[in-house]
DNA sequence: CTGAAAGCGCTTACAG
DNA sequence: CTGAAAGCGCTTACAG
C-alpha cells in the first residue's frame, strides 16, 4: 500500500495513454464516455489521488490561499485575539466552500513575511489579518502592491493607501454605540482605546464616537480618551489610569470587547456598580461578550460575512478582476452593561 | 515585476550553471563561498523564492502537515467549539516554530476525507481534530492506519484500536473535579454529558467522575447523568431536563464548559443560585470559562501544550520513528462556580 | 568545487 | 476521440 500510484499506473491498466487518463480525471469533454467511467473506477480502486505538486508546477496554480496572522508583539502563550480567531474559522470555511485549500501561519509584522507565499507558488493569494503598529507595516503594503501580489487586508481604509481593503465601518460603528449610550442618559464617556494612526481602526471608532457626542451637542473632553491597545489587560490599566484621574465620567465606550472587559474588571475592583454608576460598552461581539456581568452591550462585526467577503474579492482579484474596497455594516447588539 | 524569477535566471546572472544555483540556495558545503554568497546576493534581489511545486515534487515531501476539523453536523455560522479554535490557534504556532506551513480544513465527518491530503503529496501528515459520532469514524481511522497515513488524532484512547492518540487524561480530570465539588459539602451530584462509547473523551469523564463518587462512599444515581453533546444549548435542555425531573440535586458536573455555560443559564431562569443552592463545574477551560458569572471552576487542558504534543509527534512519525500514546495531565482551576 | 543530465508527475498544444 | 511529446522548475546522482 505503500507506493503511490501515478497517472501511468492508471493509464496501464486501462489500456490507454497516461494523457487520457489525464483528461479523463479532469472530465475532459474530449474523452469518450465509456472510457473516462473505466479510468475513474480504476482511478478509484487504486486510490489514486492526482499529485497537487506534479499539477500546480504544470498549471502555475495552487488553488491554495494562505492567510497571514500577525501579531506584534507576539504573545507567548497560545491566547490568539478572540476576534481574529473567528475570523480564521469563518475563513477556513468561506475557503472549503470555494474548493481552496487554506494554509495559516503566524508572521511577525517585522518580520519579511510579505510574499514568500506566492512567490513560491504555495499560494495563488494572500489575506491579511492582524494587528499591530500600522504605521511599522504600511510600507510593506506598499511593497506588496508594488510587486503584484495577489492579497486583500482586513483593517481600516486609509486616505492615500492605494489598496483594497475589506473591514468595517468603524466609524458608523463607533457612531452608533454612542449614540446609544447617550440615549441611556450619559453625559460624560469616556473612550478606551488608542486614538492614533498607529491604530486606524480604533481611531476610526473614535471619531464615530466623536461624531456622535457633538451631534448631541456634547463637550469633547480630550481628558477623557485613554490609549489602549487590544488586550484585556490594556483596558484595565486604562481604565485605572481614568479612575485615578478624577475625571468626572458615568459611561465607558472601549474600543474592543477585550479592552471593555479589562475596564469591568477594573471597576468592579473599584467598587462601581455596573451599570448604575458606569455604563460599558464594547466592540467586536466576541463570543465572551454575552457571558460577562452584566452581559457587554457591543458593536457586532460579523465575522462570518468578513470572512466570505475577504475569500470573494481575493478570488475576483485572482481570477484578473477589478475589485474595490467594501466595508460591512456594524451591528449594534444591546445587552445589559448599558442599562436596559 | 510580474515574471517571476527561475533558478536559470540567477545562474545567468552569475555565470555558473544552475545545478550550483540549487546548491547554493540550499547551502550545500559543496559550493564555494564565494559562490554562495554572490548566488545568494542575486536572489535576495531578485526577489527570488524557489517554487514550492518544484521542489517539493523533486524531493517527494512538502513540509507541510494539514488539520482536519471534523465537524457533525457542521454548524451553520462560524461558530467553532472555542476548544478546538484555541488547538488551533496553538497547532498554527507549533508548526510555524518548526518550519511547517499549515493546512487547515473542515471535513464533514461523514466525507471521504480520510487521505486527500497525503495522497495528493499536498502534505506529509494530518492532524485529526474534532468531534461527532466517534463510532461513524473509528472504521475511518482504522482504514487510515492500514493506508499507512501518517496521522495522530486528538482524542481518548478507545482500546484495541490500534493507533496512536494524543489527548486529555479525562478520567483523571473527571475525578479531580468530582472530589473537589465532594470536598464543597455536596452529595447529590449530576453529571451532564453523554456517557457512552459515541463519546469517548465524555465517557472517560463521567468513568472518572463515578470513581470519585465511589471512593467517597457515595452513590452513583444513574438518574442523574443526563446526555447533551458539545453546545451550549445541549447544555441548557439537559440542565432543563435535570430540574424538571424532580431528581434531588445539588452539584452539576458538566462534560464540557459549553455544557456548565448553558447549564447555568437553565438555572437561573428557573431561579436557582449559583453557587448557593447548585454549585458548577465545567471541563476545557475556554476563554469564556472566567468570564461567566459566577467565575466557572474547571478542567483546564492545556491546549499549547496539546498542541505541540500533537506537532511533534507527528513530525517523529513522519520522520520514520515510533511514537506512542500519550495524556496530557488535566490541571483543576478553581474559580466561584463551586463555592469558595 | 562545478556542470550536464535525468527525472519528479502531471497538463496540454499538436498531430492524427 | 486518442497518443506522443514537451515542459513546468526544481534536486541530486554521476562524472569530472
Redesign the pocket.
Known amino acids: 500500500m505503500k507506493d503511490?500510484?501515478?497517472?501511468?499506473d492508471i493509464?496501464y491498466q486501462a489500456?490507454?495513454?497516461?494523457?487520457?487518463?489525464?483528461?479523463?480525471?479532469?472530465n475532459?469533454?474530449?474523452?469518450?464516455?465509456a472510457?473516462?467511467t473505466k479510468i475513474q473506477a480504476i482511478a478509484k480502486e487504486l486510490n489514486?489521488?492526482?499529485?497537487k505538486?506534479?499539477?500546480n508546477?504544470?498549471?502555475?496554480q495552487s488553488d491554495t490561499i494562505a492567510l497571514l496572522l500577525f501579531e506584534d508583539p507576539t504573545s507567548d502563550d497560545s491566547a490568539i485575539n478572540p476576534f481574529f480567531l473567528s475570523m480564521l474559522g469563518s475563513i477556513t470555511r468561506a475557503c472549503s466552500n470555494k474548493g481552496y485549500d487554506l494554509l495559516v501561519s503566524f508572521q511577525q509584522a517585522s518580520n519579511d513575511w510579505h510574499a514568500d507565499f506566492e512567490d513560491s507558488n504555495k499560494a495563488d493569494g494572500l489575506i491579511l489579518l492582524g494587528y499591530g503598529d500600522f504605521v511599522d507595516f504600511e510600507e510593506k503594503l506598499v511593497q506588496l502592491t508594488e510587486q503584484g501580489t495577489h492579497f486583500v487586508r482586513w483593517g481600516a481604509e486609509v486616505e492615500g493607501l492605494p489598496m483594497v481593503t475589506i473591514g468595517c465601518d468603524n466609524f458608523q460603528g463607533g457612531k452608533e454605540i454612542t449614540e446609544h449610550i447617550i440615549k441611556q442618559g450619559r453625559k460624560n464617556i469616556a473612550f478606551l482605546g488608542s486614538a492614533s494612526t498607529h491604530a486606524p481602526e480604533f481611531f476610526d471608532r473614535y471619531k464615530g464616537h466623536c461624531a456622535a457626542l457633538k451631534s448631541h451637542q456634547l463637550v469633547v473632553n480630550p481628558n477623557l480618551q485613554f490609549n489602549a491597545l487590544y488586550t484585556e489587560e490594556a483596558g484595565y490599566k486604562a481604565a485605572c489610569r481614568l479612575i485615578e484621574s478624577n475625571e468626572v465620567f458615568d459611561a465607558i465606550c472601549a474600543a474592543s470587547d477585550l479592552i471593555a472587559i479589562g475596564a469591568m474588571r477594573a471597576l468592579k475592583e473599584h467598587g462601581k456598580a455596573i451599570p448604575d454608576e458606569v455604563t460599558v460598552a464594547g466592540f467586536d461581539d466576541i463570543a465572551v461578550a454575552s457571558f460577562t456581568f452584566p452581559p457587554l452591550t457591543t458593536v457586532k462585526q460579523d465575522t462570518k460575512i468578513a470572512g466570505e467577503m475577504l475569500v470573494d474579492s481575493l478570488l475576483e482579484l485572482i481570477s484578473g478582476k477589478e475589485i474595490s474596497t467594501a466595508l460591512i455594516k456594524p451591528e449594534l447588539v444591546i445587552r445589559k452593561s448599558c442599562g436596559e
Open positions: 503511490k500510484a501515478t497517472s501511468f493509464a489500456g490507454v495513454s497516461q494523457s487520457t487518463v489525464s483528461r479523463a480525471l479532469r475532459s469533454p474530449l474523452v469518450n464516455e472510457t473516462r489514486y489521488k492526482v499529485d505538486n506534479a499539477s508546477l504544470r498549471t502555475q
